[in-house]
């Protein structure tokens, strides 16, 4: 209720605040709801990856170590997550529902979990090489509609090419599994 006993007609997202100030959650919907939530754990994981990543000799000026890339990666991520809890914190912008994927699209998106969490698990003990060469096939397979056979050939070259660029330009070790010498 306003001061003079009419009923206040301000929208919940910019009452008490103006312009700037932040919604209450029952006035963010959708897709505000989503970012906010993905922001958040986006952060959280970037603040534990930033921490690891310090925990990696930095190096110097004229012989960068390994730690100087994923610190760099930790800290833009982190600053992209806090960008994205203010955007969608402080937006005037109008919500909608969000629309989950359903039938193919899911699949789609399921496989790539599927794949990626696959891949995360099999590093360790497969090493870069297989996991890698696995990863990349079965990626290519079930989000692409090629052979399986074109698959594993760009699989096998992409794997191979990635341990390349990273064991010989970039002289960063790259886990062997039990496949290491």
């Known amino acids: 209720m306003a001061v003079d006993g009419t009923a206040d007609r301000t929208p919940p997202s910019t009452a008490g605040g103006g312009r700037w100030a932040a919604p209450e959650w029952s006035a963010m919907r959708g897709k505000r709801q989503g970012r906010l939530v993905f922001g958040i754990v986006l952060l959280l994981v970037a603040a534990g990856y ?8 930095l190096g110097t ?12 990666v930790g800290v833009a991520t982190a600053i992209v997550a806090l960008i994205l809890v203010a955007e969608s914190l402080f937006s005037a912008e109008k919500t909608e529902d969000i629309d989950l994927p359903q039938g193919r699209q899911l699949r789609l998106v399921l496989a790539f979990a599927g794949c990626t969490l696959g891949f995360i698990l099999l590093l360790p003990v497969l090493g870069q090489y297989v996991a890698g060469a696995l990863y990349m096939t079965l990626t290519m397979k079930f989000l692409g509609s090629g052979s399986w056979w074109k698959a594993i050939v760009y699989g096998v070259v992409l794997s191979s090419a990635i341990a390349w660029i990273f064991i010989n330009l970039l002289h960063i070790s790259l886990p062997g599994g039990v496949f290491a010498a």
């Not at 930033?50 to 000799?57: D, G, N, R, S």
């Not at 000026?61 to 730690?67: F, H, L, N, V």
Request: no cysteine.
């Open 50 to 57: 930033t921490w690891e990543a310090f925990q990696i000799p």
């Open 61 to 72: 000026a004229a012989q960068p170590g390994a730690g100087m890339f994923p610190r760099f």
